[in-house]
């Protein structure tokens, strides 16, 4: 919820760069094949510019190699 606020906040103040911010969800269920689909869906379907996650040190293995591959940068706790 604080992401969305925060969202929320930023967009209503004009965006980053004049441009608004759009948020997109996807659930890896807790499971690293869940992971790499749902990291594959917001690259290539979804066409984000930066990932936020996963929270998991063993799911950032798994798409630490996609995120390169793809050049979208992605930050993780």
């Given at each position: 919820n604080g992401?969305?606020?925060a969202t929320d906040e930023i967009n209503a103040k004009g965006g980053v760069a004049g441009k608004k911010l759009e948020l997109v969800v996807e659930?890896?269920?807790?499971?690293?094949?869940?992971?790499a689909t749902a990291?594959?869906?917001?690259?290539?379907?979804?066409?984000?510019?930066?990932?936020?996650?996963p929270n998991w040190s063993e799911f950032t293995d798994v798409?630490?190699?996609i995120a390169k591959h793809s050049q979208v940068p992605f930050q993780t706790p």
């Open positions: 992401v969305l606020l659930d890896n269920r807790s499971d690293l094949k869940e992971t990291f594959h869906k917001l690259v290539k379907v979804d066409q984000v510019k930066a990932i936020v996650g798409v630490a190699p």
